[in-house]
T-cell receptor, first 115, second 113 residues
Framework: AQSVSQHNHHVILSEAASLELGCNYSYGGTVNLFWYVQYPGQHLQLLLKYFSGDPLVKGIKGFEAEFIKSKFSFNLRKPSVQWSDTAEYFCAVIFLSSNTGKLIFGQGTTLQVKP | NAGVTQTPKFQVLKTGQSMTLQCAQDMNHNSMYWYRQDPGMGLRLIYYSASEGTTDKGEVPNGYNVSRLNKREFSLRLESAAPSQTSVYFC????????????FGPGTRLTVL
């Protein structure tokens, strides 16, 4: 079955620390990859996306992610986190073989940044 | 452009009651989706409508029904609510084309007592 796995469920960092959140997906051919963020009390917002081309993609608010096809991974990074980055982060994948546009989500990672 | 809108924002039901969650989009998108979000489980697809006039089951369809009323609107119905359906429900839409991005509504927080 097509699946997405996020390794870290709860991450606590101090401000200015570097962040890397892991995301792996099951084999399923060509994929589109996404990272969404959900700030407390708010709805999902798109951080960044990968469809094709340069495997290093840059998103909003200083986030970036690298697609490593051989490892089926799409890890999210930020060099220096801020308190305002406290939120829940979701990795999501569209397996293009299904032709339905269905997003498969990871379980989510809660990031808490201490001031 | 309001994007994707959902009503209501909050709802409390008693076990066995029914209700319909409404979703509408004004972006002329073809596909629409209903997800539920539960702690530690991410978002799971309940039903989707790839295009007007079609609906299909997602990962967790039991206890739900949907109606794609027209291109803009996609409703989710709970016929007999159960405590296990306590969740936050998100609607999303997507334009069929080269870009596969889905746009999400603000969510409905449902509690079933």
């Amino acid at each position: 079955a097509q699946s997405v796995s996020q390794h870290n469920h709860h991450v606590i960092l101090s401000e200015a620390a570097s962040l890397e959140l892991g995301c792996n997906y099951s084999y399923g051919g060509t994929v589109n990859l996404f990272w969404y963020v959900q700030y407390p009390g708010q709805h999902l917002q798109l951080l960044l996306k990968y469809f094709s081309g340069d495997p290093l993609v840059k998103g909003i608010k200083g986030f970036e992610a690298e697609f490593i096809k051989s490892k089926f991974s799409f890890n999210l990074r930020k060099p220096s986190v801020q308190w305002s980055d406290t939120a829940e982060y979701f990795c999501a994948v569209i397996f293009l073989s299904s032709n339905t546009g269905k997003l498969i989500f990871g379980q989510g990672t809660t990031l808490q940044v201490k001031p | 452009n309001a994007g994707v809108t959902q009503t209501p924002k909050f709802q409390v039901l008693k076990t066995g009651q029914s209700m319909t969650l409404q979703c509408a989009q004004d972006m002329n998108h073809n596909s629409m989706y209903w997800y539920r979000q539960d702690p530690g489980m991410g978002l799971r697809l309940i039903y989707y409508s790839a295009s007007e006039g079609t609906t299909d089951k997602g990962e967790v369809p039991n206890g739900y029904n949907v109606s794609r009323l027209n291109k803009r609107e996609f409703s989710l119905r709970l016929e007999s609510a159960a405590p296990s359906q306590t969740s936050v429900y998100f609607c999303a839409s997507r334009y069929i084309g080269s870009v596969n991005e889905q746009f999400f509504g603000p969510g409905t927080r449902l509690t079933v007592l």
